[in-house]
């Protein structure tokens, strides 16, 4: 089945400064890669996904990249602010067929000094 | 994600008993699922179902059943036979056509043993 890797587990940053979290996957079929946003005690919630089709996605201060080949996705969040103090997560599926569950990566909680 | 509600927000369970955790959507969503999530650790899939009266065992289904006799909703039963189920247990839904994969997240229910 599907593993996912997620480096660092912790992250400390200054605040305006740029975040990266990185993960890897195994499974060469899986075409739908989310991250998570998760507050303490709160549910995670979606701030931005990509899909296998294409390489890289902004969202205002968040972006995504993806390298198929090496099976690697990373976030990227820049100009941090306070708010963005949280756990991060990242996940894998293989959308459209068979098991569309998603896989987990352990998480990296970001902290953001202001 | 505000279609999708958990009850109780807490539970507690004494030694040997049964337990019924709710999740309910009013999204129209086929597929739903629970992850259990463990202090400090991401989250691990127990049971997702992708159609009504039918669902699949995830990787941790060991000491939890489920039923789907309705769309909307998707229970979660924490047996005895679980030996460490205190966690935060999440309930998430998707819809399950094409790659429309995104997956929105209840409030979670805390479960405690007593």
């Known amino acids: 089945g599907e593993n996912v890797e997620q480096h660092p587990s912790t992250l400390s940053v200054q605040e305006g400064d740029s975040a990266v979290i990185k993960c890897t996957y195994s499974d060469s079929a899986s075409n739908y890669f989310p991250w998570y946003k998760q507050e303490l005690g709160k549910r995670p919630q979606l701030i931005i996904d990509i899909r296998s089709n294409v390489g890289e996605k902004k969202d205002q201060r968040i972006a995504v990249t993806l390298n198929k080949t090496a099976k690697h996705f990373s976030l990227h969040i820049t100009e941090t602010q306070p708010e963005d103090s949280a756990v991060y997560f990242c996940?894998?599926?293989?959308?459209?067929?068979?098991?569309?569950?998603?896989?987990f990566g352990s998480g990296t909680r970001l902290q953001v000094q202001p | 994600d505000g279609g999708i509600t958990q009850s109780p927000k807490y539970l507690f369970r004494k030694e040997g008993q049964n337990v019924t955790l709710s999740c309910e959507q009013n999204l129209n969503h086929d597929a739903m699922y629970w992850y259990r999530q463990d202090p400090g650790q991401g989250l691990r899939l127990i049971y997702y179902s992708q159609i009504v009266n039918d669902f699949q065992k995830g990787d941790i289904a060991e000491g939890y059943s489920v039923s789907r006799e309705k769309k909307e909703s998707f229970p979660l039963t924490v047996t005895s036979a679980q030996k460490n189920p205190t966690a935060f247990y999440l309930c998430?839904?998707?819809?399950?056509?094409?790659?429309?994969?995104?997956?929105?997240f209840g409030p979670g229910t805390r479960l405690l043993v007593l």
């Open positions: 998430a839904s998707s819809t399950a056509t094409g790659n429309q994969e995104t997956q929105y």
């Open positions: 996940a894998a599926s293989n959308a459209g067929t068979g098991r569309r569950a998603l896989t």
